[in-house]
């Protein structure tokens, strides 16, 4: 059995062990949730998409004004490089997903708005990256819909912010509904995303349309603007299905002939249930593994 455990944490510019003790108990990030995080994908000691994955983390820092001096990105990026490496993951056949969590930094005063600037905490950690257990791909996924709406409105469900809380509520609830993820949806009722993933539905074409359609909730609704979702959209039209963003509707996943979700470290999951029934055939549809297949291809050597 391969070991899947971290041994070491970079943690602003030196790595420690990963059993060690290591934050200030008055971090912002530990008291409040006061930060921001990406996770991503490196194969072969490659982060993958870093530059996206950057820039996405700069705008979540930025929407809480936690500023990041301009040789953030560098130092990030040689972090990542002497992680992967201490952990045995930079060889041809490492396989790693590595979180990037940057938080406020630490201030001795109480309060929700804070009266000084610290300095931002940064971390990085990285794990071999498991197979995804089988009845993940060849069963597929099965969704149960969450009691957490989501506001269209609300400026931080663009932020990945560390306040996850509704994300892990919403799969305690899954777990308890016998399901594998939650779906959230608009305080309007149309799909938003899962708790860690964009959501995408593959259907047959409308009136007069010549291809299905690859169709997935647009910006506007509640969702992270996911990198492997920008990815996706872009793959559609080089094989033949027509990209859709819109105001999708549970109806719409319920009907359609596939669906999947996508997240940088897991990839492309087939979703095969939702709310107890069946979506399409109720087995992983040929699109959805397809788009993994090329997805993987990508991680493996990017165009
Ligand atoms: C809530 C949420 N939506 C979508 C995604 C997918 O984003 P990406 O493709 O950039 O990993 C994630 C990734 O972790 C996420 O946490």
Redesign the pocket.
Known sequence: MRDLTSRHVWIDGALQPADARHLSAFDRGFQLGDGVFE?LRARGGRPTELGEHLERLRRSAHGLDIELDAGTEARIADGIAALLAADGLAGPDGDASIRITVSRGAIMARGLLPQERATPTIVIQAWPVPAPPANHLERGLHLAVSSVRRDPENPLSAL?TTSRAD?VFARLEARRAGADDALFLTIDGHLS?A????VFLVRAAGAGGATPELATPALGCA??P????TWLLGWAATVGLTPVEGWLTAADLAGADEAFL????AGILPVTRFDGRPIGAGVPGPWTLRARDAREAFIREPA
């Open positions: 996770t990945k994300y995303e708790t860690s993933a964009n969702i992270l996911g990198t492997t979702r996508c997240s940088s470290v």
